[in-house]
C-alpha cells in the first residue's frame, strides 16, 4: 500500500532563517505531488504541484520555491523565511488525473 | 461567490445523531467529488471518492451528489465523539489534476 511521509512535524524558526521541508512516498511510482498551506479559516492554499520529475507548477509567488529532486520526493524550500510564512504545510499525493489527493500528516510552521 | 461553499459551523450534536454536511457549488463542469476528515493538527483524511451523482455508502457514512441542484452531502450515522473533526468536501472537473476544496465544516459530538 502506499504511504506518505512528511517531517518535521513541528518547526519553529526566526524570520530570515532558511526552511527545507521534505515529503516521500512510498507504494507508488510517478505521483503527482502536491504543496499546500492551511490558514486556520482560511481553508487549502496550493502552493506547488508536480506531476513528473522537472515539472513543478507554482499556484502563488511567494516567498517560497519547490522541487523534485526524485520521482517520489518533493521539497519545500525558501531562502528567507517571512512572519507571513506561518503556517500549517501539508504534502500530498494522488494517481492519474481525477483521483484523489492522500495527504500527509503536515508540518506546523511557526516562524518567530 | 467561491466555486465551492461550505458552513463552517461548528456543528453540535448529540452521540448517536444523525449528521448531515453539505457543499454547494456553481461549477457545472465538477464530475469528481470527495470527502475528506481533518482532526486537528493532522492531515486531511479521504473519506469518501464519488463520481458523477448518486449515493455512495461506506459503514456509517454515505456521500450523495445532486449535481442538478450543485450541492453534496455526507451523511454519518449514529455519530460518536471520535468524529469530531473538520469535513472538507472536494470536487474536480474531468482531466483536472487539482481539486477544488471547501474550506470545511467543524464537527462537534457531544456525548
Known amino acids: 500500500s502506499q504511504t506518505i511521509h512528511q517531517w518535521p512535524a513541528t518547526l519553529v524558526q526566526p524570520v530570515g532563517s532558511p526552511l527545507s521541508l521534505e515529503c516521500t512516498v512510498e507504494?507508488?511510482?510517478?505521483?503527482?505531488l502536491y504543496w499546500y498551506r492551511q490558514a486556520a479559516g482560511r481553508g487549502l492554499q496550493l502552493l506547488f504541484y508536480s506531476v513528473g520529475i522537472g515539472q513543478i507548477s507554482s499556484e502563488v509567488p511567494q516567498n517560497l520555491s519547490a522541487s523534485r529532486p526524485q520521482d517520489r520526493q518533493f521539497i519545500l524550500s525558501s531562502k528567507k523565511l517571512l512572519l507571513s510564512d506561518s503556517g500549517f504545510y501539508l504534502c500530498?499525493?494522488?494517481?492519474?488525473?481525477?483521483?484523489?489527493?492522500?495527504f500527509g500528516n503536515g508540518t506546523r510552521l511557526t516562524v518567530t | 461567490q467561491k466555486e465551492v461553499e461550505q458552513d463552517p459551523g461548528p456543528l453540535s450534536v448529540p452521540e448517536g445523531a444523525i449528521v448531515s454536511l453539505n457543499c454547494t457549488y456553481s461549477n457545472s463542469a465538477f464530475q469528481y467529488f470527495m470527502w475528506y476528515r481533518q482532526y486537528s493538527r493532522k492531515g486531511p483524511e479521504l473519506l469518501m471518492y464519488?463520481?458523477?451523482?448518486g449515493n455512495k455508502e461506506d459503514g456509517r457514512f454515505t456521500a450523495q451528489v445532486d449535481k442538478s441542484s450543485k450541492y453534496i452531502s455526507l451523511f454519518i450515522r449514529d455519530s460518536q465523539p471520535s468524529d469530531s473533526a473538520t469535513y472538507l468536501c472536494?470536487?474536480?472537473?474531468?482531466?483536472?489534476?487539482?481539486?477544488?476544496f471547501g474550506r470545511g465544516t467543524s464537527l462537534i459530538v457531544h456525548p
Open positions: 472536494a470536487m474536480s472537473e474531468g482531466g483536472s489534476y487539482i481539486p477544488t
Open positions: 500530498a499525493w494522488s494517481g492519474t488525473a481525477n483521483s484523489p489527493l492522500h
Open positions: 507504494g507508488t511510482s510517478n505521483p503527482n
Open positions: 464519488t463520481y458523477s451523482s
